[in-house]
């Protein structure tokens, strides 16, 4: 038997069906082991001697472990199959470890698509384990979890911020940075003009363009009255202008370009995005097999295959006709291209969304897989022609101009079957000197508006343009910032918390290098290189090390202490002063010589009492909130924390059938663990049966 090793559980019958009975197909479930939290300041390396990285395995993956290494011992192989990546590449290099394997003839897959002929491809070239790629992601994991311990151990202590990351403080920080470009915003007056004119029975709006042959912007009240006094009563064509323009298709999908568009055209967040895609590539149930249907979903390339563009070509002529096969998209380079993988497509061109639809589980599965399709087959399409025609109106030295157009060619936007609202309405004809009457002035003062907040699919373009975080991350850090509380997420729109300014504009002020977006591109360069096998690992370590912990001592020396609240109260376990602190729920009081003393209150709304005692000390009972539902209520001492007493909630006796002794009720009751039925009127009847299995129901 040959033992393959992935990482998802999902693609393990996949794989194992494609490869057969001779092969044993099992997942990691992820990572398996991380950077040991022991040792100086927790980072887990030894900087003295080469940066060696120290790793224990996670305790949650013990049971995984084990199981792996005993799958070792029964077979005659073992083939790491983990995906793609820099993680990948790591998980497949921690197993070499874990199960005493060596790397430099143990047997790598790589699959970029989880399909039969893509699975047969990768087992009959199998690589090695690519060091390199290795040694890239144990520097980023080294270099983020120095960064992370030693600034967030800085944040939590001098200002309550939960947590600081390379990532995620450069990405905080643009957010932070636009809120204070909307909140400076001053907003400026200007004013619409635009006029009707009537022709073959239908109305035409032309939009103020110029005075006197200038571009011209009405700035206020004053300007639009003299330019509406100098207006006459008719207009004269004095231009009329056609040309043909071409639109061209998007090139297809990467991981950040996908989630925009999902969230520009269903609303999904990064989040469900990835997920949704997740599930895609790893693949469904078709017609009694299960196959992949999208291709690897981390890349930031918007190459396709050789294999995928020639059946894509034959595609479009068989289906469209020749005049329908456009150029194959280049894509733009902003120079942080890794271009490790092809773009997002499907893995079949022959699985149409309207044929798939019923076998996906979910609406929104479909509606992401329509979108990928779509969006790869029209890439590889004509442009979309189009004649339009500009009218110029004049009246007195203002000019006004109506653009209208018509459809030649509808190219790619066949794929889509639609055709935009402007392609719908014919144009009227116009000839050069024609006069006409203006029937309506459309006129109204309008001002200036701040900047939209950014949405999340605006913070993943930016993080990929310039260069902060790589495809796998981009997700992860929304979703970090608001776990941290940081950003605040309404229907995809992020909004940043005082807390979350608060941290950005300390850590901008005293870690200014450390945060700065050029710092953590020029990072992500380093871990390229590291790749590329162009710098070394150590090298980048070490021009990281030393410099950075130097820049966060110092930074650390200067940088103040909030201000403590005091509340007027000493603690009532050591004397000291009581004071107002910040934690994952809220705001609560404690003790100001934490963490010599741990006494803690939480403050609570006002309670409604029960009218009981409670038992254990006196004090009134009352009705407190469950934290898990807050719909459902139980009873407890007002006195928490110093008394814990929670009344527990007396069930209601569960009627079996009347007592053939007294005729009272026999109810279900237990006693040292064991169920039995007795009578309601115990102790003057002491009539009981025992629960047997005959008599359970």
Known sequence: MKLVIVESPNKCDTISHYLGSGYKVVATKGHLCDLSKKGKGGFGIDPENGFKAKYEIDSSKYKIVNELRRLHKESDEVILATDPDREGEAIAWHLTQILNLDPTKTKRLEFHEITRDSIKEAIEHPRVLDMNLVASQESRRIIDRVIGFKLSNIMQKKINSRSAGRVQSATLKLICDHENEIEKFVPEEYWNLSIEIEEEGQRLKADFASLDGKSYKIHNKEENDALLSRLGKEVKVIEVKKSVR????????????????????????????????????????????????????????????????????????????????????????????????????????????????????????????????????????????????????????????????????????????????????????????????????????????????????????????????????????????????????????????????????????????????????????????????????????????YPFLKEAEEGSARMYEDEKIYVGRRCPKCGSELVVKKGPFGDFIGCSNYPTCKYKEIETPEVEETGEKCPKCGRPLVYRINKKNKNKRFIACSGYPDCDYIKQEEEKPRFVKKCPKCGGDMILKKYKGRSFVGCSNYPKCTYSEQVTHKNKK
């Open 246 to 545: 071409l639109n061209e298709s998007k090139a297809p999908f990467t991981t950040s370009t996908l989630q925009q568009e999902a969230f520009n055209a269903y609303g999904f967040s990064t989040k469900r995005t990835t997920q949704l895609a997740q599930e895609l590539y790893e693949g469904i149930e078709v017609n009694g097999e299960h196959v992949g249907l999208i291709t690897y979903i981390r890349t930031d390339s918007t190459r396709l295959s050789d294999y995928f563009i020639k059946n894509a070509q034959t595609f479009i002529v068989n289906k469209y006709g020749d005049e329908y096969l456009g150029h194959v998209k280049e894509g733009k380079h902003n120079g942080n291209i890794q271009d490790a993988h092809e773009a997002i497509r499907p893995t079949s061109l022959f699985r149409f969304p309207e044929q798939i639809k019923q076998y996906l589980p979910r609406q929104d599965l479909y509606k992401l897989y329509k979108l990928i399709y779509q969006r790869a087959l029209a890439s590889l399409m004509n442009a979309k022609k189009e004649e339009v025609t500009t009218i110029t109106f004049e009246s007195n030295g203002l000019t006004f101009k109506a653009e209208g157009s018509r459809v030649l060619f509808d190219g790619y936007t066949r794929v889509y079957r639609y055709l935009d609202e402007n392609d719908e309405k014919s144009f009227p004809s116009f000839k050069e000197g024609e006069t006409f009457q203006i029937v309506n002035i459309i006129n109204e003062q309008d001002f200036t508006k701040p900047p939209a907040r950014y949405s999340e699919a605006k913070v993943v373009k930016l993080m990929e343009e310039k260069g902060i975080g790589r495809p796998s991350t981009y997700a992860a850090t929304i979703a970090t910032l608001e776990k941290r509380k940081y950003v605040d997420s309404v229907k995809g729109v992020l909004t940043p918390s005082e807390q979350g300014r608060k941290t950005s504009l300390v850590l901008n002020k005293y870690f200014p290098d450390l945060v700065n977006v050029d710092y953590t591109a020029n990072m992500e360069k380093d871990l390229d290189q590291i790749q590329e096998g162009t710098k070394t690992r150590v090298q980048v370590l070490t021009d990281f090390y």
